[in-house]
């Protein structure tokens, strides 16, 4: 059966009795959705501020790869599996963009027997939240033209205005516009652009602030552009963070779901991975962490920008920690980074298994040494994975100085990987250093850059041209205290997806760098990113349909 055929046959609980009886959330603190979806009130973090968080096990991954690694689909295959072993578990994770489901990626609610549900509406427009992110977005691009428009009071210079436009959807079309055409009705001619809803500042601004009050201060620090004499300016010089937040008070509050074995899952916030931090929402994660003795979560990509955002970015502003990582790998992954052709990732092939475990390598160092953090290899099989290829991965794992689990949770649930929560449980059991930084606060911004480049992806050179370095020294000024977001392809270590494993000794060329002012770090792009994806030539959208009885198919 498909993703969404397996979806659609689950017996989802009445969300308000999963509540009460799993979390102990009253009727009160809940605004349903419905029967199966519901947002949970901010006070909920009030009432329980006295008691201890609990365990925080981030999943990560080997560098992405056309044959997928199965990262959101482990995160609730995990948390299903440590529920079936007696442990209280919640698993949070990203809301899906459209954009992808109707592009290339399809559905990101998990697959086979480990999704949150329900998946149609996860998928398709939810609780609204993107929806409202996209509108305090243009709200603030559309008071940005009309001051030019009255006036200008600001003197904003048309060239500089760094405030672009939104919406969630693969579109090609709209990566470069030109505005106010028609004559002086209709504003001044510029240029603009549209990004798509997930690369959106105030996305990133949503998933990193603690309260409304925090949203709203970090809204109206959002930089809109420069006047002509290159003063900069903000959001709130033209009163616009108010309505922005009023806009996102339901959207604010944790969506709460379930799994397909009626476990409870946040399901908030989604920021791209690659310009931004690419975790859910850390209201979402801390009230988690109340509700839970042990929370699963995500971080978008590879361990190289999913894990290192998610500790350096997420962590750092929330004051949080993870207490361990699952790094998710398959054997098709790894041959694919060891040379195979994708055509052929269904052979044996133990030559390209092995050129390909450099890349797990790297990643587990880096968590293990760079962050301190204590790991386990999930091996997310397929039925085409060979005995030999299981035991050459496990045997591997071994000599890095982990363990390698085979986990079968998507054709088996919950079940398939309780193996892995034991192993999990008796990880978290053991004392352990906490989870360390890779940079200080202090440290100089060209100097973070080089850290991340220099020990993660195992670049042997920082490149940028006087321009860039010029525009870094003027950003450091004020905000040399910010954490660094690296941009740049999630393919390969280096800045060339091309180049798959694990490449050494290459050079990271750094060709711009954006501040982003409201959610407080700077993106600094290596190659190109893209912020506005486009529709393949057969989209997913073509596949997707719905019956005379409101069903829908071709989801994923």
């Given amino acids: 059966m498909s993703d969404i055929e397996i979806a659609q046959q689950a017996k989802m ?3 308000s009795i999963l509540a ?6 009253a009727p009160h603190q809940l605004d349903s959705y419905g029967r199966f979806k519901a947002k949970v009130s901010l006070d909920v973090m009030d009432d329980m501020a006295d008691r201890p968080d609990g365990k925080l096990i981030l999943v990560t991954a080997i560098s992405p790869t056309p044959a997928g690694e199965g990262k959101t689909t482990t995160t609730i295959g995990l948390s ?10 919640m698993v949070c994770v990203r809301e899906p963009s459209m954009g992808p489901c109707f592009g290339l990626k399809g559905g990101a609610a998990g697959g086979g027997y480990a999704q949150v549900v329900p998946m149609e509406d996860i998928n ?15 709200l603030l691009a559309a008071m940005i033209d009309n001051h030019i428009h009255h006036g200008n009071d600001m003197q904003l210079d048309a060239r500089r205005i760094m405030w672009q436009r939104v919406v969630d959807m693969n579109d090609r079309a709209l990566r470069e516009i030109v505005v106010g055409m028609g004559g002086t009705a209709n504003g001044y001619l510029r240029q603009d652009r549209f990004d798509i809803v997930v690369a959106s500042e105030v996305m990133a601004i949503f998933c990193l602030s603690n309260s409304l009050k925090e949203l709203k201060q970090r809204l109206g620090d959002i930089l809109i552009g420069y006047s002509t004499d290159g003063t900069p300016h903000y959001a ?8 922005m937040a009023a806009l996102l008070k339901e959207a604010i509050k944790p969506n709460l779901v379930q799994t397909l074995e009626n476990n ?15 975790c859910n929402s850390v209201i979402a994660t801390k009230m988690a962490l109340k509700l839970s003795d042990y929370v699963v979560t995500e971080a978008g990509f590879g361990a190289d920008l999913g894990a290192e955002k998610f500790i350096n970015i997420k962590c750092r502003k929330a004051g949080i920690k993870p207490d361990m990582a699952v790094v998710v790998a398959t054997v098709k992954a790894l041959k694919y980074h060891g040379g195979a052709e994708l055509k052929d990732l269904a052979q044996e092939d133990l030559a390209a298994l092995q050129q390909g475990l450099a890349n797990l390598q790297r990643h587990l160092h880096n968590l293990q040494t760079e962050f301190g953090l204590r790991c386990v290899v999930a091996i997310n099989h397929f039925v085409q994975d060979s005995d030999s290829e299981i035991e050459m991965i496990q045997a591997a794992v071994t000599e890095m100085g982990a363990e390698a689990i085979l986990a079968r949770h998507w054709a088996q649930g919950g079940a398939g990987a309780e193996s892995l929560a034991e192993k999990v449980v008796a990880m978290l059991e053991q004392p352990a ?9 202090d440290m100089p911004l060209w100097d973070k850059i080089g850290q991340v480049a220099k020990r993660l992806y195992g670049a042997a050179n920082v490149v940028a041209d006087n321009k860039v370095m010029d525009k870094i020294a003027r950003i450091s000024q004020q905000h040399n205290f910010i954490p660094v977001c690296m941009a740049k392809t999630p393919y390969s270590f280096s800045s060339d997806q091309s180049l798959r494993g694990a490449p050494s000794n290459h050079t990271l060329a750094v060709r711009d760098v954006r501040l982003s002012h409201g959610a407080g770090f700077l993106v600094v792009l290596c190659g190109d990113v893209m912020t506005m994806p486009g529709l393949p030539k057969r989209p997913a959208a073509e596949r997707i349909d719905i019956d005379d009885n409101g069903a829908i198919s071709g989801l994923f």
């Fill in 13 to 15: 609980q009445e969300i």
């Fill in 20 to 25: 009460e009886q799993r979390l102990g959330l």
């Fill in 80 to 89: 299903d599996a440590l529920n079936r072993i007696g442990k209280k578990s």
């Fill in 124 to 138: 398709l427009h939810f609780t609204g939240d993107l929806h409202a992110i996209a509108s305090a977005h243009n």
């Fill in 236 to 243: 709130r010089e033209l009163n616009a963070h108010g309505a």
């Fill in 264 to 278: 409870p899952a946040f399901v908030h916030g989604g920021p791209f991975a690659n310009i931004a931090h690419g």
């Fill in 433 to 441: 250093n906490p989870c360390q930084f890779l940079y200080e606060d």
